[in-house]
């Protein structure tokens, strides 16, 4: 079974929004560090944000600092990215990954994770 489960990609105007969720499955959320990275055609994989669920440390791109905020809900076992004021060169594939035991650091600086969502296309084009 999968233990993360992205959804909420899609298409986006410029100046729109969208909602990442990745939802935990059979561990719960309490001592994960969860991060979303993305990946365009030709590109590295780069962080997005990263965020340790027990104590609320995070990490934000530069490039998107401002504009997409991390957040949770433990007893769906859901973190989320809210995407605001998308840009056209927001547009990639999008993976949530999470250590269950914190690794936050790890996570951010490695892309070292224990479990990676199957990635989900945002486009964003006018």
């Known amino acids: 079974e999968e233990q993360l489960v992205e959804s909420g990609g899609g298409l986006a105007q410029p100046g729109g929004s969208l909602r990442l969720s990745c939802a935990v499955s059979?561990?719960?959320?309490?001592?994960?560090?969860i991060g979303w990275f993305r990946q365009a055609p030709g590109k590295e994989r780069e962080g997005v944000s990263a965020?340790?669920?027990?104590?609320?440390?995070?990490y934000y791109a530069d490039s998107v600092r401002g504009r997409f905020t991390m957040s949770k809900d433990n007893a769906k076992n859901t973190v989320y990215l809210q995407m605001n004021r998308l840009k056209p060169e927001d547009t990639a594939v999008y993976y949530c990954?999470?250590?269950?035991?914190?690794?936050?650091?790890?996570?951010?600086?490695?892309?070292?994770?224990?479990?990676w969502g199957q990635g989900t296309q945002v486009t964003v084009s006018s």
């Open positions: 059979g561990d719960t959320l309490d001592g994960y560090a």
């Open positions: 965020m340790h669920i027990r104590d609320g440390a995070n």
């Open positions: 990954a999470g250590n269950r035991r914190g690794g936050l650091l790890t996570l951010w600086q490695r892309h070292g994770a224990d479990y």
